[in-house]
């Protein structure tokens, strides 16, 4: 534990340690998974570089005017791919909306792939192309943390390693831009982001701009977490914590208006939330139901789970 409120753990100890590195790892994952449900990773192999070329070209992409940046918001997609304009997503518990917009990037399968149909393709933008390239490549590093990271988690369930690599190869998930501009006047009572959970398996977090982000911890009390400048923060979603039946946590959190003084400054952050492909069962895990811990969900998939949620949150109709 440190002054982040959160624990620390190293990737590359699991990916190159010794035998006792790797069991090392697998236990200190799981204790924060299971006690806190965000952690901090070092040495987690997603290039500064790429980082950091994906950070600017988001600041170029939500520079650009409103009209352009219009013309990549598509219909019909739930804020799946492409532009979502500020003010249209709500926590669900929320009527309130968000002060952010984003763009998002799927999903890119072979054209003869069985799941193409579930795919649609991603909006590239013309006028920032490195945007929409840099994306592409750090969703892709993203995802190769995101299954050492799951693979962890799989040995610490007493599952076969393999077990989630099965279902996220391929998997929906998404990479998100998000730009909360600078606070011009009294928000009505939205904050930069409400408290919620997050959907998927994972999440994984590059350090954000500016600060901001809160969790809630076991004593209900709000804890302020500031990666420094080269971790990357992973947090459990409601998929992994309905899978364990709890016993991994999906925490709370949400991003808090900056003092008065600092509303100026916008917030960029990017975060990649990792899903499975849609056929996956979240139905709990036998394992983790017990006397102690019965069960507390009905079975569903992974698709219907998400499709639910969006409908939550105001992204689909």
């Not at 999903?107 to 590239?124: G, T």
């Not at 050492?148 to 990479?175: C, K, M, V, W």
């Not at 901001?212 to 400048?229: F, R, T, V």
């Amino acid at each position: 534990m440190h002054e982040k409120g959160i624990p620390t753990v190293d990737l590359s100890k699991f990916v190159k340690g010794s035998a006792e590195d790797r069991k090392q790892f697998v236990h200190d994952l799981g204790k924060a998974f299971h006690e806190v449900g965000f952690v901090a990773v070092v040495n987690h192999g997603i290039p500064k570089q790429l980082v950091d070329g994906f950070y600017n070209a988001s600041k170029a992409f939500f520079a650009l005017p409103d009209a352009v940046k219009a013309k990549y918001e598509v219909a019909g997609l739930a804020g799946q791919r492409g532009f979502t304009s500020f003010g249209k997503e709500h926590a669900k518990q929320s009527n309130v909306a968000d002060l952010k917009e984003f763009f998002q990037i799927g999903q890119q399968v072979p054209d003869d792939h069985p799941l193409k149909a579930e795919y649609p393709e991603n909006v590239s933008v013309t006028e920032t192309p490195e945007f929409t390239q840099l994306g592409r490549e750090l969703y892709q590093a993203f995802e190769k943390a995101g299954g050492q990271l799951l693979e962890a988690i799989a040995i610490h369930l007493n599952l076969a390693p393999d077990y989630f690599s099965r279902y996220i190869t391929h998997g929906n998930s998404i990479l998100r831009s998000i730009y909360y501009p600078p606070i011009t006047n009294e928000p009505a009572s939205a904050i930069r982001a409400e408290q919620h959970e997050d959907i998927n398996l994972i999440t994984l977090l590059v350090g954000a701009s500016a600060g901001g982000l809160e969790l809630l911890n076991s004593e209900n009390k709000w804890i302020p977490i500031m990666p420094e400048a080269d971790e990357i923060v992973i947090n459990v979603g409601d998929m992994l914590q309905r899978l364990t039946n709890d016993y991994l946590k999906s925490t709370t959190h949400r991003v808090v208006n900056p003092p008065r003084e600092e509303w100026h400054l916008p917030r960029l952050s990017i975060p990649f939330f990792l899903h499975p492909v849609s056929k996956m069962r979240l139905d709990c895990l036998p394992a983790c139901v017990t006397a102690d811990n019965p069960l507390h969900y009905a079975p569903i998939t992974a698709g219907e789970y998400l499709d639910e949620r969006l409908r939550e949150i105001g992204l689909k109709k």
